[in-house]
């Protein structure tokens, strides 16, 4: 069974940091190009981090720019979100995607394979 699942998500306080996993299972994560999405309550879901499957050349969404990163561990069949310097407005529930090919997307149509997501809240 092809699967991605998310973990690492909680409750955080603001200015805290956080640092989500994907693990893949049923494929392998190196020909794939990897997306975090997060969808904040009644709001639309929006990428935040994308990071391509060759050159692991990046999209940054501006809100957080200088704050969070991305990496990938092929070895390990993982993919990670480091989240720091978080704020009330992170609060969202993050899910990390796959799509097969080089060049990252923000087009949430464009991956294959998606996890259910992992919960994030910050708040004091």
């Known amino acids: 069974q092809l699967r991605l699942v998310e973990s690492g998500g909680g409750l955080v306080q603001p200015g805290g940091s956080l640092r989500l996993s994907c693990v893949a299972s049923?494929?392998?994560?190196?020909?794939?190009?990897i997306g975090w999405f997060r969808q904040a309550p009644g709001k639309e879901r929006e990428a935040v981090l994308c990071?391509?499957?060759?050159?692991?050349?990046?999209y940054s969404a501006d809100s957080v720019k200088g704050r969070f990163t991305i990496s990938r561990d092929n070895a390990k069949n993982t993919v990670y979100l480091q989240m720091n310097s978080l704020k009330p407005e992170d609060t969202a529930v993050y899910s990390c995607?796959?799509?097969w090919g080089t060049g990252w997307s923000k087009v949430e149509d464009e991956y294959n394979y998606w996890g259910r997501g992992t919960p994030v809240n910050v708040s004091s």
């Open positions: 995607a796959a799509r």
């Open positions: 049923g494929f392998t994560l190196d020909y794939y190009a």
């Open positions: 990071i391509s499957s060759s050159d692991d050349s990046t």
